[in-house]
């Protein structure tokens, strides 16, 4: 039961970018570099968060990697969810219907665990987490 | 992020077993009835049987049947018992921002589900309807 290295990595790059000065630009050669993350990963996983709608690219001078999403309005779980497909720890909640569903006891279990994880992400920001780095910096 | 599969069976068959209310149940109803596979079950009983919460019966009405108090097996103890812990990752880099990380992310959410899963018993599971148990 792991959240895998995308998410991860995704939501390192999206605090680190959330800490720096505004109006910095961003490529993913000097994130990748920054936060020493391989930089096709990142290219793939940025690729994710920009069909998400949470980052946008821009082009030109003072082209680069932008927030869609304020960092402050940016929730762990949107960035999770965006980069993992889905948190449901069994893929009867959403994913796959099971034809077990009416007499099945435990998947209310799963259900409110599901639910419960959700509550947890929601509540921390990009915005928080990159407050709390650059306080310690 | 998902459970895995012996985790989910396992809660399975102790749901099976806990309906019974400590009677014999073979493995091959709790096969059927759970649309299960028996060698799958036989692995996971030797496991709870190791634990000490169920025991074999042997002869022709043979089976298993659950001797601990449902109402004191947690979920958390049933993946323990499994050997699946409860663990959402982390980034194994170790520097500022990824401390930051793990701390308010990934061992917030361990604890949090930790105490979630300690706090529901199999007993609650099997025989109440769980939807009506206020969790938050």
Redesign the interface.
Known sequence: ????TKG??G??AL??MA?CPENTQFSINTIATQ??ISEKYLEQIFSLLKKGGIIQSSRGKYGGYHFLIEPKDLT?LRVLECL?GS?????CIHSVQCK?EAIC??K???E??YD??K???ED?TIQ??AD??RR?? | MRLSTKVRYGLRSLIALAQEKGEIISISVIASEQELSQNYLENIFAEFKKAGIIESVKGAKGGYRLIADPNEISIVDIMEMLDREIHVGGNKKHDVLNDIINKRVYERLDKELYAYLKSISLAQIAVEDIQNISLF
Do not use: A
């Not at chain 1, 039961?1 to 895998?4: D, F, P, S």
């Not at chain 1, 948190?87 to 893929?91: A, C, D, G, Y």
């Open positions: 039961m792991e959240i895998g991860q990595y939501l390192e605090v680190y800490s936060r020493n762990v993992t948190l449901e720890p069994v893929r077990r006891k435990s209310p279990v799963w409110k665990m419960h994880m509550l947890v992400l921390v928080s987490l709390e780095y310690q910096l």
